[in-house]
């Protein structure tokens, strides 16, 4: 079976409000995919529905095979959430050898994966004493020192100057091409044109599910910032248009007139 993650009518509220409407998609394995859209759209909500941590309101997830939140899958997937999770009072490589060895591996992986992410130097330094960047780095390689077979990633470049952000780019497109199926948020559009596929989100909808490629043809640009901002007017003006007319104004009857504003004595 080619599909990691296969989304049927996922419907999740949070706080009383409806966050996403039905996601319908199917990521291939072995591939790179951005998940795109502006600040508070649900992608946050969409990664924490495939790793299963997420209270589904209807609809199915389904993650390499399994229903996500499946007890057999903890060790099948690596998740970065956006606030890094790492202990402070610990080295960077007490770090990833404590979560290599949660999930069955040595030193050696922990040591590759502190590379991978560029901190061979801080190596040892206590993770408390990190800069922000360099702690969401020794994050990512927490969440990857397992070799998953999927890894999430909510905006793990955020914070990383541009050759840090080529080079995480690089390790992402290493892992896909070694089997890894991979899923990234990001906000920044030069990282869009890295992913093999492309979910844009826009108020808890899939305005589209492409390959950069083919959101660039749809929208009529090689732009993909630009195709961007088509495909969510070209979505609003169609929600528009399929939304019901509005009610006629309200008219009240003052004393003396009926509904057809007959007065009458
Ligand atoms: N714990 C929560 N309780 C109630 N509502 C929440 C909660 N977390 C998020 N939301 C709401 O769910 C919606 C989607 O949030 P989500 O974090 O998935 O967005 P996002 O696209 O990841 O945003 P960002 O890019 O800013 O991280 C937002 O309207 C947000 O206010």
């Known amino acids: 079976m080619n599909t990691a993650i296969d989304l049927r009518d ?11 409407h039905g996601l319908n998609c199917a990521l291939p394995r072995g591939s790179v995919t951005g998940v795109l859209g502006p600040s508070g759209s649900g992608k946050t909500t969409l990664l ?12 199915t997830v389904t993650v390499l095979g399994e229903p996500a939140g499946t007890a057999s899958l903890r060790h099948r997937l690596g998740y970065l959430t956006q606030a890094p999770s790492v202990y402070t009072d610990l080295t960077v490589r007490e ?23 560029g901190l061979t130097a801080a190596a040892n330094q206590l993770v408390g004493t990190l800069s922000g960047g360099q702690r ?5 390689a927490c969440a990857i020192v397992g070799e998953p077979e999927l890894v999430i990633l909510d905006e793990p470049t955020v914070g ?16 896909a ?3 890894t199926t991979l899923v990234v948020s990001s906000h920044v559009m030069d990282e869009a044109a890295r992913c093999d596929r492309l979910l844009l989100i826009r108020e808890g909808r899939l305005i589209a599910d492409d390959t950069p490629a083919a959101v660039r043809a749809s929208a009529g640009t090689d ?4 195709a961007f901002l088509r495909l969510i007017r070209r979505n609003e003006a169609s929600r528009t248009e399929t939304s019901p007319p509005p009610p006629p104004p309200s008219r009240t ?11 009458t004595r």
């Open 95 to 117: 770090n990833a050898r404590y979560f290599a060895t949660l999930q069955g591996r040595g030193s050696r992986e922990a040591d590759r994966a502190i590379a991978d992410v």
């Open 48 to 59: 924490r529905a495939v790793v299963g941590v997420q209270i589904v309101t209807s609809g």
């Open 136 to 140: 969401s780095r020794a994050s990512l």
């Open 160 to 175: 990383q100057d541009p050759v840090l952000r080529a080079e995480l780019w690089d390790r992402f497109h290493a892992m």
């Open 253 to 263: 009857p003052v004393d003396g007139a009926t509904e057809t504003g007959t007065v």
């Open 177 to 179: 091409a070694a089997g």
């Open 223 to 226: 732009d993909l910032e630009e």
């Open 10 to 20: 996922l419907v999740v509220d949070r706080g009383g409000r409806r966050v996403l």
